[in-house]
């Protein structure tokens, strides 16, 4: 945005990053409580206790993914591990932003694809990696190379896996937690309970619970693949002013930008799974409607226009 500095970029992307975690997370935890006082009777501690037990298997499952998902992901994507004397303007590269950011060094890595493309994971600085597609290597100049190896690093100076790890379990729980609710209430599961509401004074409130619970059943799904989608549109808006910050250099990733925009490959090793992590959705007919509330990445005529602004 016009007279916006990196810094204040910086700062309203996480101020929306925390607030829309914030959001999700009220979500969850009311609609836990909320089916669970269903399947209680009106019991709110039986909705503690079913909110509790939603987000411990959210954690555990974050936990699993966190250690696990990096490795599994690189293998995903075919990517294979670099050495020094394969790319050695590569490596300087990196090198030079780690030193700039306070970064461990990265292991780097090659995917053989012609589509322009390029992804960092890991579970902290400490364990990270950043790939490149073939395809865009080949075709940047080092300013551009640089832009793009930043907007990466970034990702991993924010934290923005863990962010990404979290939330994707979190939606899965909080949508698998919705379809056992709404199994229940199909099979009749919930209608002994009920019952007993009635008998003890409570069936009013039982009803009023059931008809809340089965309308956000169906809805929370909707909103928390919304807000998903949001959190990682502003990750890549805050990657992108990162790279800024390492780089001084708004130019150089404005104009990989404006070379990954004209690709028109599709990169074969990329699924729904792994798309969220590239600098752009590798999947060109989600990238046409990036426009979308559902997408992952802000358009990039967007994200050019405000890192042009940064030059001014």
Same mark, same amino acid.
Request: glycine fraction near 8%; charge should be positive.
């Given at each position: 945005m016009a007279g916006e500095t990196f810094h204040d970029q910086i700062a309203r992307n996480k101020r929306n990053s925390i607030l829309l975690i914030g959001v999700f997370l009220? @979500?969850?935890?009311?609609?836990?409580?909320? &089916?669970?006082?269903?399947w209680g009777g009106g019991s709110s501690r039986f909705g503690i206790v079913v909110a509790v037990a939603a987000g411990a298997l959210a954690f555990v499952l974050t936990l699993l993914s966190y250690y696990a998902g990096p490795g599994a992901l690189l293998a995903m994507s075919q990517a294979h591990e670099l050495k020094r004397e394969q790319d050695p303007q590569l490596f300087n590269v990196v090198e030079e932003l780690c030193l700039?950011?306070?970064? *461990?060094? *990265?292991?780097?890595? !090659? &995917?053989?694809d012609t589509a322009m493309n390029a992804f960092a994971t890991g579970r902290n600085p400490q364990h990270a990696a950043v790939a490149i597609?073939?395809?865009?290597?080949?075709?940047?100049?080092?300013?551009?190379? $640089?832009?793009?190896?930043?907007?990466?690093?970034?990702h991993v100076r924010h934290?923005?896996? @863990?962010?990404?790890?979290?939330?994707?379990?979190?939606?899965g729980v909080l949508v698998m937690l919705c379809d056992v609710?709404?199994? %229940?209430?199909?099979?009749?599961?919930?209608?002994?309970?009920?019952?007993?509401?009635?008998?003890?004074?409570?069936?009013? @409130? $039982? &009803?009023?619970?059931?008809v809340i619970a089965l309308v956000l059943a169906i809805i929370a799904p909707i909103l928390a693949k919304i &807000?998903?989608?949001a959190l990682s549109r502003q990750r890549e808006y805050l990657a992108d002013a990162? %790279?800024?910050?390492?780089?001084?250099? *708004? $130019?150089? !990733?404005?104009?990989?930008?404006?070379k990954l925009s004209g690709d028109t490959e599709v990169l074969e090793v990329a699924n729904r799974a792994t798309a969220p992590l590239y600098i752009i959705h590798p999947i060109k007919k989600f990238e046409a409607r990036a426009t979308s509330i559902f997408s992952t990445h802000p358009p990039i005529e967007d994200r050019i226009e405000r890192l042009m602004a940064l030059t001014q």
């Amino acid at each position: 945005m016009a007279g916006e500095t990196f810094h204040d970029q910086i700062a309203r992307n996480k101020r929306n990053s925390i607030l829309l975690i914030g959001v999700f997370l009220v @979500l969850f935890a009311g609609l836990g409580l909320l &089916i669970g006082m269903v399947w209680g009777g009106g019991s709110s501690r039986f909705g503690i206790v079913v909110a509790v037990a939603a987000g411990a298997l959210a954690f555990v499952l974050t936990l699993l993914s966190y250690y696990a998902g990096p490795g599994a992901l690189l293998a995903m994507s075919q990517a294979h591990e670099l050495k020094r004397e394969q790319d050695p303007q590569l490596f300087n590269v990196v090198e030079e932003l780690c030193l700039a950011g306070g970064l *461990p060094v *990265p292991r780097i890595y !090659l &995917i053989d694809d012609t589509a322009m493309n390029a992804f960092a994971t890991g579970r902290n600085p400490q364990h990270a990696a950043v790939a490149i597609t073939t395809g865009l290597r080949t075709r940047l100049n080092r300013d551009e190379l $640089q832009g793009v190896m930043a907007h990466e690093l970034s990702h991993v100076r924010h934290y923005d896996i @863990l962010y990404a790890t979290l939330m994707a379990v979190m939606v899965g729980v909080l949508v698998m937690l919705c379809d056992v609710f709404l199994r %229940s209430m199909w099979y009749g599961g919930s209608r002994r309970r009920s019952s007993r509401g009635r008998d003890s004074g409570g069936g009013a @409130l $039982q &009803i009023v619970l059931l008809v809340i619970a089965l309308v956000l059943a169906i809805i929370a799904p909707i909103l928390a693949k919304i &807000i998903h989608m949001a959190l990682s549109r502003q990750r890549e808006y805050l990657a992108d002013a990162g %790279s800024v910050e390492l780089t001084r250099n *708004p $130019q150089g !990733l404005a104009s990989a930008l404006a070379k990954l925009s004209g690709d028109t490959e599709v990169l074969e090793v990329a699924n729904r799974a792994t798309a969220p992590l590239y600098i752009i959705h590798p999947i060109k007919k989600f990238e046409a409607r990036a426009t979308s509330i559902f997408s992952t990445h802000p358009p990039i005529e967007d994200r050019i226009e405000r890192l042009m602004a940064l030059t001014q």
